[in-house]
Each structure stands twice: as C-alpha cells, then as structure tokens.
C-alpha cells in the first residue's frame, strides 16, 4: 500500500479464460506477423472482464522472463539467442506447472550486507558487505509448484524465510 506502482511480482499461467487467452494470442500473432522482431519479445496488456488492451510490446525479453525458464531442455536465453540468428525450434515446448516470483524489497537500512547461505531459488543477490536502502530491491525470489495458487504461496514462505534470515537477532 504504500508503494503502489512498485513491481510486486508474477506468476504464470495467468488466470485467463481459454476464449481471452486465444483472443489475445490472434491479436499478437497479427500485430507481429507485421513487425521486422527477432528473438523473444513481451507484449503487456490490461484485462478487464472478457476485453483486454494491449500497453505495449517490447523487443526485449519482458520483466517476467525469468518465469517462463523450462526446468529441461536448452534454456529462454539459448532459445533467445539462436532465434536472433535465425535458428527456431522445431517444436513449441509447453510449459508444466506453475512458476511466480517477486522482488524482496529491504525493510530497512543494511549497512553491511552480511554472507549468506543463500538458496537456488533466490538470484540478484547482494553482495556481501555492499548497502542496501530500506525500499531498495534487495532480492529476487522464484517458486514453482504444480498451480499458481501453490507457487504464490511457496512464493510468499520463501521472502518471508529470506526475511526471516537477514531480520534474526544475533546470539
């Protein structure tokens, strides 16, 4: 509440019904036929009921990149990387269950960033040492589980575990 144009976060698939999600996928597939992109590019839209309008595309890997990494198989960024110089995939591959994350923002001031064990779900790790502003990003934090309702909730335990970690007193 008190940061409300903050990003706080994604999780996929997102909650759409089949007929939105098939419309939004023929609008794109038009706009894009017609547009000189390479590689991935995300595409924004704001939904309302059964309408939809789409903000922007952007020719870049979008913020929620990350999401969409399989768990097998060559990587997004390889993916990236080869359809910029012209090589696709002879198959789409479907993704399977669900993946969210958010931004851990610091609650307070950390003068000094102390070393932790940090897990694999976490990433953009602050270095040891280095300061961190109250508000800052301090971190980005990933769960997957078989339904978006369960990696939002993974999701939440696991910044409350990191908070948890950096908050503890010290004994």
Same mark, same amino acid.
């Given at each position: ?79 990236? +990387?080869? $359809?910029? !110089? ?6 789409? *591959?479907?993704?399977?269950? @669900?993946? &969210?994350?958010?931004? /851990? ?26 300061? +961190?502003? $109250?508000? !800052? ?6 769960? *997957?589980?078989?339904?978006? @309702?369960? &990696?939002?909730?993974? /999701? ?16």
């Amino acid at each position: 509440p008190r940061h409300p144009f903050r990003y706080g976060g994604a999780v996929r698939p997102a909650a759409l019904r089949e007929n939105l999600a098939q419309a939004m996928t023929a609008a794109l597939t038009r706009l894009t036929a017609r547009l000189p992109l390479t590689g991935l590019s995300s595409a924004d839209f704001l939904v309302d009921g059964d309408r939809f309008h789409l903000l922007e595309i952007n020719p870049r890997p979008g913020a929620t990149f990350d999401l969409f990494e399989p768990e097998r198989g060559p990587s997004l960024f390889a993916l990236h +990387v080869d $359809a910029c !110089a012209g090589r696709l995939p002879d198959t789409v *591959r479907r993704l399977e269950g @669900a993946t &969210a994350g958010a931004i /851990l923002y610091a609650a307070r001031d950390i003068e000094d960033m102390p070393a932790l064990d940090w897990p694999d779900w976490v990433s953009d790790r602050p270095v040891p040492g280095s300061a +961190v502003k $109250a508000d !800052a990003p301090l971190c980005s934090v990933f769960a *997957r589980a078989e339904t978006a @309702a369960q &990696a939002r909730q993974l /999701l939440e335990r696991r910044m409350a575990e990191i908070e948890a970690r950096l908050w503890e007193p010290v004994t």
